[in-house]
């Protein structure tokens, strides 16, 4: 088992699935015929990479249009960090740490809204945060939660 955007998932990986999909709580994890047991955790990353890009960018573009500032994102980009769970350039590329995806969605809304709000104050002023509470009225408790549990967000 294992947590996934406020739900916990059971894993069962599968050969042959045209692709990777969710039912009733289980993730049926597409592997290619013959893949050895040691192929499960790179097929989880990449499956966890793949829901970070599908979900995150059309989340950022919705609060980015809220605020007026669709034009200013450039890019996406999604690593996989133990210090980071995102960053905003002054270009407007919003890179975020894809393990985000395991916790909870009102905290990867706050990441999202995090950085959004850094396209228009790259700073962390008293401006900044009244900013992300027109977008993130409860960003406190999805702030405090991170920085207490992101240690645990990690794939060995």
């Not at 200013?72 to 975020?96: H, N, Y």
């Not at 104050?121 to 900044?128: C, D, G, L, R």
Request: glycine share 6%.
């Amino acid at each position: 088992h294992f947590p996934f955007m406020g739900t916990t998932l059971k894993l069962q990986a599968h050969e042959g699935l045209s692709e990777s999909c969710i039912e009733n709580d289980v993730l049926f994890l597409k592997l290619k015929p013959g893949d050895q047991p040691s192929q499960l955790k790179p097929a989880f990353e990449n499956w966890l990479k793949q829901e970070a890009r599908r979900y995150i960018p059309a989340f950022a573009e919705q609060k980015a249009q809220q605020l007026g500032i669709s034009d200013k994102i450039a890019s996406f980009r999604f690593s996989k960090t133990k210090s980071k769970w995102g960053s905003c350039s002054p270009d407007g590329k919003l890179q975020f740490n894809w393990l985000i995806m395991l916790s909870p969605l009102e905290v990867i809304h706050y990441l999202v809204c995090h950085e959004v709000c850094h396209l228009l104050q790259m700073n962390h002023s008293p401006a900044f945060w009244q900013l992300l509470g027109s977008i993130h009225p409860d960003y406190k408790t999805s702030k405090s939660w991170l920085k207490q549990n992101g240690h645990r967000l990690w794939i060995d």
